[in-house]
């Protein structure tokens, strides 16, 4: 396993994470900080609409579209759940707690939603795929509350166990424990990095689990009015840290300190070992320039990609599926047949599409166009290694063998909105006009900044941040331009090259970082 390096660019509007695995980009996340609807919120619905074609009903839970819960998704123990809200909601003090609360009848599996639900009635229902394109978020009735090794089931007795965990003696050592510990009429799924932890963490963690769960129930009377949030899911950021802190990570890099402290504060629960590397970035360029994540972001979302010796990828998003062309590009192998040269082509490709389907959150169905290939060994080889490269992907995936005419159909869980992110700029000399301001002035325009900031502030170190040609024409020659300035206004100017901004855009820092105004 790689080095692994997780850096998270925190914005007034959104946060973003990317993941560096020995300084490659291999996935992407951003967070909207006014963001509503996750994957996990738990939401108090009213039922909206039944439909009984459908077997699923439509529920309100504040978002400009219906949610759609089916039957199938209501969960065994819907009448208990349903219960034991309207018990809570009617009950002065404490709410009985769940391990001795009597439990109703599992629902029939083949049963007609008629059957449980009614119009203008309200439900507890969970967020499974958030609001994608024209479609509104997906529910299920059957409860899960995640932690960092246990998922907890309220309403069901079985404990399951991670099925990536290989060895059956640890199997067994941890169904055993969470049997001993967790309470009646909860149940509890294990998930991987529980493996060889300690009893007390893992008790420690259900507790919290129950306390979550049932405290909400105590404070419903004060708050009855549906649609709301019920029990809030814990931020993006930190449902993502805390499925991606299962691998060693060499460093977590931010540039905002309220949320590097709440990283900290979270690592030092799950992992004190790995305070340390919580890292705040202070700096005046960019954190994403700075680590070389915007570069990686332009080369890496277009419509083409290119990867090793010249050969490229071609990808199209539709509304039904994505497809992705594979291109030997001019890639040349003297002494190779194109047998040979395919399957290497094939091979590399295959690396790369695994990567991109993790950095771009690419769902639902995926169809690859591998160059042709005859031999059915080769085939089954490119099949394997496509297998071997999405074994790390956290999300569902399922990949079929190739097909007849070459072709590879992979399916991806999608439960969030795609990443995509537009690469192509509007010229910032025209703006899109065809027409721009003479570049010749452009420094001129510097020098008048450059003048107006000596004379208001009366500072004597200056940095400045422009386009890296704007830099470099500033930085040429024997006496450079920003020397001569430098002489010019008895000041200590110094100018910094950053990837990401337009070729005429700059901003001045004072020496202690911070902007200064030019207004």
């Known amino acids: ?10 914005g007034e509007a ?15 996340n951003k967070e909207k900080r006014n963001i509503k609807f996750s994957v996990g919120d738990i939401y108090l619905g009213k039922v909206k609409k039944i439909m009984p074609g459908l077997n699923a009903a439509f529920i ?16 065994a123990q819907f009448r208990t759940l349903h219960k034991y809200y309207s018990t809570a909601v009617q009950r002065q003090g404490r709410i009985v707690p769940l391990h001795k609360f009597k439990m109703e009848e599992d629902i029939d599996k083949e049963g007609k939603i008629t059957t449980v639900l009614n119009t203008g009635q309200t439900v507890i229902v969970q967020i499974t795929k958030e609001p994608i394109s024209t479609k509104g978020p997906r529910l299920a009735s059957e409860i899960s509350l995640a932690g960092r090794n246990l998922v907890l089931m309220p309403f069901s007795d079985k404990v399951s166990i991670s099925s990536k965990i290989e060895s059956s003696e640890e199997k067994n ?19 991987t990095v529980a493996e060889g932890k300690k009893v007390a963490v893992l008790d420690s963690e259900l507790k919290e689990l129950v306390r979550k769960w049932e405290s909400a129930f105590n404070s419903i009377r004060k708050e009855t009015k549906s649609p709301r949030l019920f029990i809030g899911e814990m931020n993006r950021t930190s449902t ?22 709440d990283i900290r504060k979270y690592i030092r629960e799950i992992a004190p070992e790995k305070e340390k590397i919580v890292k705040l970035y202070s700096g005046s360029i960019p954190i994403y320039d700075h680590f070389g994540v915007n570069k990686q972001i332009k080369a890496l979302f277009g419509k083409t990609v290119s990867f090793k010796h010249g050969a490229y990828l071609i990808i199209e998003h539709t509304e039904a599926l994505h497809v992705i062309d594979v291109n030997s590009g001019n890639r040349s192998r003297t002494g190779n047949d194109q047998e040979t040269n395919a399957l290497e082509v094939n091979l590399e490709a295959a690396t790369e599409i695994a990567r991109q389907l993790r950095l771009r959150d690419m769902g639902g169905i995926i169809v690859v166009d591998f160059i042709d290939m005859q031999s059915q060994e080769n085939k ?10 999405m074994a790390n992907d956290r999300t569902k995936h399922n990949i079929l ?6 072709l590879m159909q992979i399916t991806r869980q999608r439960v969030r909105p795609e990443m995509n992110i537009v690469t192509d700029e509007i010229c910032p000399s025209c703006l899109g006009t065809g027409r721009s301001r003479p570049t010749i002035l452009f420094t001129d325009e510097l020098e008048r900044a450059l003048s107006f900031i000596v004379g208001k502030i009366k500072t004597r170190k200056i940095i400045l941040n422009v386009h890296p040609f704007v830099a470099a024409f500033l930085q040429k020659g024997v006496i450079p331009l920003c020397r001569k300035w430098n002489m010019k206004y008895r000041i200590l100017l110094k100018v910094q090259a950053v990837p990401s901004y337009h070729m005429l855009e700059y901003h001045f820092y004072d020496r202690f970082e911070n902007e200064i105004d030019l207004a």
């Open 380 to 389: 089954q080889q490119l099949f394997d290694k496509m297998k071997d490269m």
């Open 173 to 191: 050592r941890l169904k055993t424990l969470v049997q001993s510990i967790k309470p009646k009429n909860y149940g509890v799924i294990v998930r």
């Open 60 to 75: 309100n839970v504040g978002y400009e579209r219906d949610a759609f819960l089916h039957y199938l998704d209501l969960g």
């Open 14 to 28: 959104e946060v973003s994470l990317a993941l560096l695995e020995d300084k490659q980009l291999i996935e992407l």
């Open 1 to 10: 396993m790689g080095n692994k390096d997780l850096i998270i660019d925190a």
């Open 401 to 406: 063998p190739l097909s007849k005419f070459g």
């Open 240 to 261: 993502i840290l805390r499925d991606m802190l299962n691998v060693t990570f060499n460093s977590i890099h931010i540039n905002d300190p309220a949320l590097a402290e």
